[in-house]
């Protein structure tokens, strides 16, 4: 039985304590968009689950001998909660597909998705209580990500894996209908297991280490939250108190009123951004605007004499490696993406595999893409990545093109015919032979579903 309200004592507390107002009422065009999230990380954990990393991270589950009803993506195993959302929120970060909230630069998707849809599996929670969860979890991890401030960014912190669990446990409260002291208890739990370096950012190959970073989170969040129901407690102040999480993490760029103001007003899924691309989100803009300046056909790379790229100065310092040595590398780099962009097709995760990265020609070419400064794209960063790009031909033509908002972000989205179009190919490309579109039915129905477990049969093959 679920206990009073606790008194809201913080900003931390008073978000915990939101999801829980018997007087709230999500928005039906957010209730929509969460379904859209669903649908896109399904597709992008379905062919995230047949890629190596994702296949490793399926066999060491399966090694630990889990069993639970909880679906892996593509899989006809189930296992218990937390096992299948540290699979599957890894299948989900395992291309650079999933969704983003540049003003948090974080990837809610692929960390609350896997975890409320375990926590929700395991209890057979209706789809309507997903989709609340989902709201709840976009929204907390948002919120904290802008309270910690760029501060444990730029000191090499991931911050999708830092906020990630925290958010997850409140999320996978929300579906498992905790109790406000165990909801608090959770999101304490889960400040404890926070974590995520940088170090793929390097330049000395990336390795598979950030595709975890989402699944752990998940894991976590769902852990956190199981452990809370059973009674296990934790610190109130764990997020905004004294050596609390945005303390440890942030020091002195701590926001807390991100923590709480607007909450029921603002909705951080209305600045959602969907990729477009299997790339870093610095770099959409710039192979966008690439494709459309040359043409609907690739063009010899030996036609071009220079190309110039306007952007951030995080981007300009942390992207601009011209020799990618793996598939992440390749995904994080300016110089390897102009060539893709200018010579193939960049919507293709193939063109960011070997032997596609080892190309010769892409090489010789990506040595000679120059990086500049862009005073307009540095002043709207984070909350909106801009780029410039000048394109100088061998017969002397230079084209110029800039944006501040890629297409697949909130000011230039994503048709809903161009999402069913990401997941379809994203599940032709698995090889998983799921009924694509039963999913697509399954999910624009999800809010009048009895169970989940509806929907998650149809992802087990």
């Keep these: 039985m679920k206990s009073e309200a606790l008194p809201s004592e913080s900003p931390a507390l008073r978000l915990i304590e939101f999801w829980q107002s018997p007087r709230l009422a999500i928005p039906p065009a957010v209730i929509e968009r969460a379904k859209q999230c669903l649908l896109d990380a399904l597709g992008c954990g379905l062919f995230g689950s047949r890629q190596v990393w994702g296949e490793i991270m399926r066999d060491e589950v399966c090694a630990d001998g889990s069993s639970g009803p909880c679906t892996l993506l593509g899989s006809t195993t189930t296992v218990a909660a937390p096992q299948a959302a540290l699979c599957n929120g890894t299948s989900m970060h395992g291309f650079e597909l999933d969704d983003l909230l540049p003003a948090s630069i974080i990837h809610p998707g692929t960390v609350i998705i896997p975890a409320v849809l375990a926590a929700a599996e395991a209890s057979n929670a209706s789809g309507a209580m997903l989709l609340r969860g989902i709201v709840a979890g976009y929204e907390s991890m948002s919120r904290l990500s802008m309270a910690l401030g760029l501060e444990p960014s730029h000191r090499g912190f991931h911050k999708t894996s830092v906020v990630g669990p925290v958010a997850a446990a409140i999320a996978c409260g929300v579906v498992s209908q905790l109790s406000p002291e165990q909801m608090i208890w959770a999101a304490g739990l889960a400040c404890s297991t926070s974590s995520g370096i940088k170090s793929f950012a390097g330049g000395s190959g990336a390795g598979m280490v950030k595709r975890m970073h989402a699944g752990r989170a998940a894991e976590a969040g769902v852990r956190m939250s199981r452990l809370a129901q059973r009674g296990f407690s934790a610190p109130r102040a764990a997020i905004d108190g004294h050596y609390g999480l945005l303390e440890v993490y942030a020091g002195e760029s701590v926001q807390l009123q991100h923590l709480s103001a607007g909450l029921g007003e603002e909705w951080a899924m209305d600045g959602l951004w969907v990729k477009v691309y299997p790339i870093c989100g610095w ?179």
């Design 283 to 461: 770099i959409q803009g710039v192979v966008q605007l690439l494709t459309v300046m040359r043409g609907g056909a690739p063009v010899a790379l030996d036609r071009v004499r220079k190309v110039i790229v306007g952007t951030s100065a995080f981007a300009v310092k942390n992207n601009a490696n011209p020799a990618p040595s793996d598939t992440m590398d390749a995904q994080y780099s300016i110089p390897y993406c102009v060539a893709v962009a200018l010579s193939g097709d960049p919507s293709d995760p193939n063109e960011f595999c070997a032997p596609a990265i080892h190309d010769p020609a892409r090489r010789a070419f990506a040595q000679h893409v120059e990086l500049r400064l862009d005073p307009e794209s540095e002043a709207v960063y984070p909350a909106r990545f801009g780029s410039r790009v000048e394109l100088h031909l061998d017969n002397a033509e230079v084209k110029h093109a800039a944006t501040l908002d890629p297409h697949g972000t909130a000011a230039d989205p994503c048709t809903e015919q161009e999402l069913i179009a990401k997941f379809k190919q994203l599940a032709a490309l698995s090889a998983a032979r799921v009924p694509a579109s039963a999913v697509i039915e399954a999910v624009s129905r999800l809010d009048e579903a009895p169970s989940v477990r509806d929907l998650t049969a149809l992802l087990r093959v």
